[in-house]
């Protein structure tokens, strides 16, 4: 086994390497600033080209300080970055702000991190519309060509992405959403492959005390690889032909989640087939700071707003 070197084509030419590191931290936030640059140094001197950053993850400078610590030349590194969902009426600003933070000449890719705008002290709104600040990310690129690659939209479902296409005559390059072998996302996937929108998984592992990773389904098939559950998870990702930021602040695990095993079609079949499980189709992310309830809102907006054809653990 060695490392996974794979990319995979955007829809504007460039490439995205399939394994990234995410650099959400559970809370937004400094306090482990120093674990972070040091995760992200490693991940960089070992192999990984890509890493996956948000602004609302607080922790944009230390991913800058973290790639100029690396030695590795900013052209061969992708970072990906996130515009906050109160920034939706000054994305060039918060663009901007984003860019000075992580002391680079340009961003790979700029997502928008949820179709929900949110104005300080005030509720969750539509103002503006998704469709709105997906126009001014597309005039940002525009306005600054040299300054930003690839623009894209995270945890947009097929009703979303319904509402948003429709609009513009830029096709989002990608669309990041929370996606493991108990939420595979199978028919989101395969409208973006129709439409030509790559998918990038995030909490690809599920998480916190991840079920995945204990599940006999799973550790069976790493056994018989010599493999952890992870790498068969993230494996099974990578196959699918989607990219994959699994967090890590662990040496062992951060190179343990780019060395991936070449399974079988039978295998992938039955991780595929794993959410069919009583129980085991359902989201893995602590939305609320605790497991997702029914009936619960992300963000401010339900699941039927978001379009998240998704269960939940029961209240
Ligand atoms: P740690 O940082 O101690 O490695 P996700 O990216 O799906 O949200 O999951 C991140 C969680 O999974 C973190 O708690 C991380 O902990 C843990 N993790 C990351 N890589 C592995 C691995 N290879 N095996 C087990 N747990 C892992």
């Known amino acids: 086994m060695s490392i996974c070197t794979t990319k995979f084509k955007l829809n504007d030419g460039y490439d995205i390497p399939a394994v990234g590191l995410g650099t959400w931290q559970g809370q937004p936030g400094t306090e482990a600033a120093e674990e972070l640059i040091n995760s992200i140094v490693y991940a960089l001197q070992n192999g990984y080209r890509h890493i996956d950053t948000a602004s609302g993850y607080q922790v944009e400078e230390y991913v800058g300080k973290a790639v100029k610590k690396s030695g590795i030349p900013r052209s061969e590194v992708f970072i990906t970055t996130k515009l906050g969902n109160t920034d939706h009426g000054k994305v060039e600003e918060a663009f901007l702000k984003s860019l000075d933070l992580l002391d680079s000449d340009y961003i790979d890719l700029y997502l928008m991190h949820w179709p929900q705008s949110i104005l300080p002290n005030r509720e969750p709104s539509e103002i503006p519309t998704f469709q709105e600040t997906w126009?001014?990310?597309?005039?940002?690129?525009e306005k600054y060509p040299d300054k930003l690659r690839s623009i894209g939209v995270s945890n947009f479902s097929i009703k979303t992405l319904e509402e948003l296409l429709p609009t513009t005559t830029v096709v989002p390059a990608v669309n990041q959403v929370e996606l493991h072998p108990m939420l595979p996302q199978i028919e989101l996937v395969e409208y973006m492959a129709k439409k030509g929108i790559h998918c990038t998984c995030y909490s690809p592992l599920g998480?916190?005390?991840s079920p995945i990773l204990t599940h006999l389904d799973i550790t069976s098939i790493a056994e018989r690889h010599g493999v952890t559950p992870a790498q068969v998870a993230l494996a099974w990702e990578v196959s699918r032909g989607l990219s994959v930021c699994p967090k890590s602040s662990n040496q062992k695990r951060i190179v343990q989640n780019i060395t991936l095993p070449q399974l079988t079609d039978e295998e992938l079949i039955s991780i595929t087939n794993f959410h069919r499980k009583p129980n085991m189709h359902r989201t893995l992310c602590t939305y609320n700071g605790h497991p997702t309830?029914?009936?619960?809102?992300?963000?401010?907006w339900t699941f039927e707003r978001l379009g998240w054809d998704i269960s939940t653990t029961e209240p």
């Open 293 to 300: 309830r029914r009936g619960e809102t992300v963000l401010g």
């Open 135 to 141: 126009k001014s990310m597309v005039q940002l690129r």
């Open 207 to 209: 998480q916190y005390n």
